[in-house]
């Protein structure tokens, strides 16, 4: 069965460095989301993306934070800047549909990255 | 905007048995749906259940099963015969349509623990 796949599994690094988090969605899909889930939290919506721009995003998700679709297959979360609080769990997700309306398709997610920011 | 309340911080049961994981939510849409993941300790999110708020049927898929309550915004999940892989973290979630763009709002989730 396909499966979203997320890489790298844990990811550490120094506060104020870049991170850039990887996803390879269903490759049917072409909606695509990211979350975070703080040890402990819910899980929060990011972003949604779609035709190469982003169609949602929470307040979470400033001036730090990017995504893009580098190719054919991956998405990526970029964090220039990272903060001691950006320490999360990160899901991406994808869908097949918009969910929106009268239709909505389910959003398949990934197992995640574990982000540590020291 | 929307929010989901998971009241239940912990559950258990026993295997084979059955249990009610609670969940309720509001949206000012008229066209929303609702799902239950399941989080095992391996964190992936695993779709559970979905519901759509259109249909007056209360969804089922094999053990698991909802008690869909428009009125009372009430969305429940039922778990019969429950197995020990059923240990997870499980999260409600609502999607509102109208302009939200795929956005999923989870509740704070129900750690379930199934014993032998």
């Known amino acids: 069965e396909p499966e979203v796949t997320q890489t790298p599994s844990h990811q550490v690094t120094q506060m104020g460095q870049e991170v850039i988090l990887r996803c390879v969605p269903i490759s049917n899909h072409l909606y695509f989301y990211w979350y975070r889930q703080i040890l402990g939290q819910k899980v929060e919506f990011l972003v949604s993306?779609?035709?190469?721009?982003?169609?949602?995003k929470s307040e979470i998700f400033d001036d730090q934070f990017s995504v893009e679709r580098p190719d054919g297959s991956n998405f990526t979360l970029k964090i220039r800047s990272t903060k001691l609080e950006d320490s999360a769990m990160y899901f991406c997700?994808?869908?097949?549909?918009?969910?929106?309306?009268?239709?909505?398709?389910?959003?398949?997610f990934g197992p995640g990255t574990r982000l540590t920011v020291l | 905007a929307q929010t989901v309340t998971q009241s239940q911080p912990e559950m258990s049961v026993q295997e084979a048995e059955t249990v009610t994981l609670s969940c309720t939510y509001d949206?000012?849409?008229?066209?929303?749906?609702l799902f239950w993941y399941k989080q095992p300790p391996s964190r992936q999110m695993i779709l559970v259940i979905r519901?759509?708020?259109?249909?007056?049927q209360n969804a089922t898929e094999n053990r698991f099963s909802v008690n869909f309550q428009k009125a009372a915004k009430s969305f429940s999940l039922k778990i019969s015969d429950s197995q020990l892989g059923d240990t997870a973290m499980y999260f409600c979630?609502?999607?509102?349509?109208?302009?939200?763009?795929?956005?999923?709002?989870f509740g704070q989730g129900t750690i379930l623990t199934v014993h032998p």
């Open positions: 979630a609502c999607h509102a349509g109208g302009t939200s763009y795929g956005k999923l709002t």
């Open positions: 519901q759509e708020a259109y249909k007056q």
């Open positions: 997700a994808s869908s097949e549909r918009w969910s929106s309306g009268r239709e909505t398709d389910t959003q398949y």
């Open positions: 993306f779609y035709n190469n721009e982003i169609s949602e």
């Open positions: 949206t000012s849409e008229n066209n929303y749906y």
